[in-house]
């Protein structure tokens, strides 16, 4: 069963930039991955994709702001993000895409001043 662990949350003012982090337990070669984010009280929402090729899309309110990347070996997906805005923050978490696997804890990401 793959797991995921996501990290590199935190706290930060707006306008700061975090780095989020998620290994996998495997090789991600061959597999469509992407970063999800969950606010309170909303549903959980696709951020970005990134496919075998490296080829990216993004969550139009991200787009410019946000970075994913992946390594295949060992598994591992990047999010770098920039210019955070209060409306960034939410718990995220990285997947498979469109096929999710059993999620992981997430890591919270808080934008506020």
């Known amino acids: 069963q793959v797991q995921l662990v996501e990290s590199g949350g935190g706290l930060v003012q707006p306008g700061g930039s975090l780095r989020l982090s998620c290994t996998v337990s495997?090789?991600?070669?061959?597999?469509?991955m992407a970063w999800y984010r969950q606010a309170p009280g909303k549903q959980r929402e696709l951020v970005a994709r990134?496919?075998?090729?490296?080829?990216?899309k993004y969550l139009d309110s991200v787009k410019g702001r946000f970075t994913i990347s992946r390594d295949n070996v060992p598994g591992a997906v990047y999010l770098q993000m920039d210019s955070l805005k209060p409306e960034d923050t939410a718990v995220y978490y990285c997947?498979?895409?469109?096929?999710?696997?059993?999620w992981g804890q997430g890591t919270q990401v808080t934008v506020s001043s």
């Open positions: 997947n498979s895409y469109p096929n999710t696997w059993s």
């Open positions: 495997g090789t991600i070669f061959g597999i469509y």
């Open positions: 990134i496919t075998t090729d490296r080829s990216t």
